[in-house]
């Protein structure tokens, strides 16, 4: 069974910085790509950034670029997502999504994990 | 505001038909993924590509697309069927992935 399973979700004081970290199994992890996808509280789903299967390609949504870095480790079936100078905007559920899309290509999300949330709050 | 517009709700009488609907210029390149997401829920795939399910998805679910617009469609609506609808698609020029607003459906 494919699974994703996201921890790291905190409160943390405006600026500060999170790392979240989502273990992968079930699948053969370093062959697909992967997301991050976040949804506040009473808000729709906003898609936040994606890795390559191997980590070499990294895209960001404007709101988070410069912020955020995603990152991978394929040896231990695991994607990261560090997060720094947070604001209080950034306050969500934040999902770990693998793309269906076999290396090398992006296609669309097809395995979400449960997430985990973050609040940016002082 | 989003590059994907969606109806925020529509209703459904238990039984009967409902078409929700997505536009967005992504549309014309990119075929639209539809996500259902229930209360307290992780966000479920029910629709991909031109017009595929997953395999746990019931074929009252069906995906269809013309032009800049993408359509979900439930075929005899069920209870269980009352969710959020979000669609997504890739951006074109890029490999960003933007999603629409979603559209709540409550089956009456």
């Known amino acids: 069974e494919v699974q994703l399973v996201e921890s790291g979700g905190v409160v943390v004081p405006p600026g500060g910085s999170l790392r979240l970290s989502c273990a992968a199994s079930?699948?053969?992890?370093?062959?697909?790509?992967m997301h991050w996808v976040r949804q506040a509280p009473g808000k729709g789903l906003e898609w936040v950034s994606l890795?390559?299967?191997?980590?070499?390609?990294?895209y960001y949504a404007d709101s988070v670029k410069g912020r955020f870095t995603i990152f991978r480790d394929n040896s231990k079936n695991s994607l990261y997502l560090q997060m720094s100078s947070l604001r209080a905007e950034d306050t969500a559920l934040y999902y770990c999504?693998?793309?269906?899309?076999?290396?090398?290509?992006?296609?669309?999300?097809?395995?979400w994990g449960k997430g985990t949330t973050v609040t940016v709050s002082s | 505001s989003s590059e994907l517009t969606q109806d925020p709700a529509v209703s459904v009488a238990l039984g009967q038909t409902v078409r929700i609907t997505c536009q967005g210029d992504?549309?014309?390149?990119?075929?639209a993924s539809w996500y259902q997401q229930k209360p307290g829920q992780a966000p479920v795939l029910v629709i991909y590509g031109k017009n595929n399910r997953p395999s746990e998805i019931p074929d009252r679910f069906s995906g269809s697309s013309s032009g800049n617009t993408a359509s979900l469609t439930i075929t005899g609506a069920q209870a269980e069927d009352e969710a959020d609808y979000y669609c997504n698609s890739r951006k074109i020029s890029i490999p960003h992935y933007v999603f629409g607003p979603g559209t709540r459906v409550t089956v009456l």
């Open positions: 999504v693998k793309d269906s899309g076999y290396k090398p290509y992006y296609y669309y999300m097809d395995v």
């Open positions: 992504s549309l014309r390149s990119y075929h």
């Open positions: 079930g699948f053969t992890f370093d062959d697909y790509a």
């Open positions: 890795i390559s299967w191997e980590g070499g390609s990294t």
